[in-house]
């Protein structure tokens, strides 16, 4: 198994920024693909970022511009950098992983999650 542990969450005005971290644990060898989805309340979960192993990267429409996707192979940690923060983007954020995927950002191609991570944007 690959068990994944966000961090780096919390409360932040808009305008501010976060980095979120993902810890990647078990039998990492084979997970080519990560990314980050959100789920707000009363929302679906969805895609934010996605990155393979040939550091090909992907971003929702939403945060394009704003989210960089990043990771350290020798940390088996993936990154999450959130600049100029807006209050949708209030949202658990979850890291994710697969050995396989044909679509990034589609939620149910991958195979292993983290608990989450709270994201709150406000004044």
């Known amino acids: 198994q690959v068990h994944l542990v966000e961090s780096g969450g919390g409360s932040v005005q808009p305008g501010g920024s976060l980095r979120l971290s993902c810890a990647a644990s078990g039998d990492t060898s084979g997970t080519a693909y990560m990314a980050w989805f959100r789920q707000a309340p009363g929302k679906e979960r969805e895609g934010v970022a996605a990155?393979?192993?040939?550091?090909?990267?992907i971003f929702a429409d939403s945060v394009k511009g704003r989210f960089t996707i990043s990771k350290d192979n020798a940390k088996n940690t993936l990154y999450l950098q959130m600049n100029s923060l807006k209050p949708e983007d209030t949202a658990m954020y979850y890291c994710?992983?697969?050995?396989?995927?044909?679509?990034?950002?589609?939620?149910?191609?991958?195979?292993?999650w983290g608990q989450g991570t709270q994201v709150t944007v406000s004044s």
């Open positions: 994710a992983a697969a050995r396989w995927v044909r679509l990034l950002m589609r939620r149910d191609e991958y195979d292993y």
């Open positions: 990155i393979d192993s040939d550091i090909r990267t």
